[in-house]
């Protein structure tokens, strides 16, 4: 009877610690997300503001700088697919913007417009290393849940796997190339 | 050597860290006021015991903490970076990102030492004023990816809290042995002597028991010199073991292993042995072993607070 009361204690103390520590990384997987979703923010102003400056400048207007704008509501969304899907398409359509600057050479010394592009790195920078601490609080998280005998009550307890957004490739040589350019 | 190759999760490893840091600190008072009461309990004097606690933990101790840091930058001469100087604008956004991927809620600030030797390092006690320090040398010979990786270097410094758990710990491990060493010859001379310093009211007894404490500050003064040299060893040990850990969370910060190898081979090719000049410029002999290379080689490996640059840059090389 005794020995059934300890056993008993045991695993309730092992549940807690479970279920506080299952608390805890989902936590750090929203932490690491709200600081995603900051730099976005900052992302999408910089953006308005490039795409303001090189209308102003160039009086150039395109279907690429004209998505640009459209993709800020869905970058500022919260929902985590879709903001995560916008921002990897804008990402790949800033080469063609500093392309413009190779026709008009005006731009190429106009003070804000180089500023704009410097933030333009930062921002993209700084939204990798989010990324990074997001994915490894995902990967900490899925790994707890799905390991014995956590998963057994994970499930039960409503915490399913998380998505992580892995950096593809492509991405990755492109923001190097977007470092070294001096720009 | 499993600990660093055991994926941790920073943000976790913050936490745990916090438990760890605070069960060792307190572990050391509670082996001080122990220590202390029972000196106390021996000079026959319990109110003596309680304040050599108090004197240790509560005095020197905050004295030692405070001024560590104005001491390195008088010692340095370093400066708050200057974001209008392109180079540091660069490392600090840098900075700002590691901080991003650690997780760390407050960015840590930077300084930068005037001095063409290129190496660095970070302090701060707590994880609110956290530094990082480098020397404008470190900032013209590397590249992004490599300056990324040592700032990664001394952002797990930060993390792991090093800074804190040396001083602190070297201190009062020091003040714990010291006190000890003083307890001990106390024990020891109560049971030649019978134990007269316990029974009371005698004065030729109270007399000798006066110089019999003097005869203990005395011998636990030239006994505190061998127990810095003890404690330096374990220092020692500490910070080499320490060095290896960072590395291995430099990479995971930058998921980049060829970013710091490369920094480390670049920093001890550049300056494979310093002068005095450099020494001095880097803040003097004890400031060494604060940087991310030391190139301070010991006849024995026991005394060198880094593991050999090539070591960690094989090992680096090897982890992805």
């Known amino acids: 009877m005794k020995y059934i009361f300890i056993v008993i204690v045991l695993l309730i103390i092992w549940f807690i610690f479970m279920y506080n520590g299952l608390v805890r990384k989902k936590n750090y997987i929203k932490e690491a997300w709200s600081s995603i979703d900051v730099q976005l923010k900052r992302k999408t102003n910089v953006l308005t503001n490039l795409v303001d400056t090189i209308k102003m400048q160039t009086k150039y207007e395109s279907e690429t700088l004209e998505k640009i704008v459209g993709m800020r509501a869905q970058m500022l969304s919260g929902k985590k697919d879709e903001a995560m899907d916008a921002n990897d ?12 600057s190779e026709s008009y050479p005006e731009l190429k010394s106009n003070q ?30 899925n790994t707890a849940i799905q390991s014995f ?35 | 050597m499993s600990e660093e190759q055991r994926p941790v999760i920073i943000y976790e490893q913050v936490r745990k860290n916090q438990i760890k840091t605070f069960i060792l600190i307190a572990f050391y008072i509670i082996i001080i006021f122990m220590i202390s009461f029972a000196i106390g309990y021996y000079a026959d004097d319990m109110v003596l015991g309680a304040g ?58 930077l300084y930068i030492i005037p001095t063409s030797t290129p190496n660095a390092f970070a302090g701060g006690l707590s994880l609110k004023n956290a530094y990082i320090c480098v020397t404008t040398g470190l900032i013209d010979i590397l590249d992004e990816p490599e300056m990324e990786g040592v700032l990664a270097h001394e952002m797990s410094h930060i993390i792991q809290r090093d800074v804190l758990v040396s001083t602190v710990s070297i201190y009062l491990m020091s003040a714990a042995i010291v006190l000890g060493s003083i307890l001990f010859r106390m024990s020891r001379y109560n049971m030649m002597f019978g134990g007269g310093t316990r029974s009371r009211s005698n004065s030729r007894e109270k007399g000798n028991s006066a110089a019999a404490f003097a005869a203990i500050a005395l011998a636990g003064l030239i006994l505190s010199f061998v127990i810095r040299f003890v404690a330096r060893l374990i220092n ?19 998921g980049y292993s060829e970013g710091i190898a490369d920094a480390l081979e670049k920093i001890s090719k550049y300056t494979p042995e310093y ?6 410029d880097l803040g003097g002999d004890e400031m060494l072993c604060l940087y991310i290379f030391n190139p301070t080689q010991w006849v024995m490996p026991l005394f060198s607070t880094h593991p050999p640059i090539e070591e960690r840059i094989k090992l680096l090389r090897n982890m992805y």
């Not at chain 1, 804008?90 to 413009?100: G, L, R």
């Not at chain 2, 001469?77 to 900075?95: D, F, I, R, Y």
């Not at chain 2, 290896?244 to 930058?254: E, G």
């Open chain 2, 52 to 109: 050599i606690a108090f004197f240790v933990v509560f005095i020197l101790l905050p004295i030692q903490m405070l001024t560590g840091n104005k001491m390195i930058g008088a010692k340095t001469h370093w400066q708050e970076a200057n974001m209008s100087n392109p180079g540091e604008n660069k490392v600090h956004h840098l900075v700002e990102g590691l901080s991003l991927a650690a997780g760390l809620k407050e960015t840590p600030k």
């Open chain 1, 89 to 100: 398409k804008v990402s790949k359509m800033i080469p063609s913007i500093m392309a413009i």
């Open chain 1, 112 to 141: 804000s417009y180089l500023h704009l592009m410097e933030d333009i790195k930062n921002v993209e920078d700084k939204i990798a290393y989010a990324r990074t601490r997001y994915n490894m609080t995902v990967v900490d998280y």
């Open chain 2, 236 to 254: 020692l040990a500490i910070s080499r073991k320490r060095e290896y850990v960072a590395d291995a969370n430099a990479v995971r910060l930058c």
């Open chain 1, 149 to 183: 005998p956590t998963s057994i009550f994970a499930k039960m307890l409503g915490y399913t796997d998380e998505k992580a957004y892995e950096i593809s490739d492509v991405e990755r040589e492109y923001s190097d190339n977007l470092r070294i350019s001096e720009l």
């Open chain 2, 275 to 280: 002068s005095k000049q450099q020494v001095a």
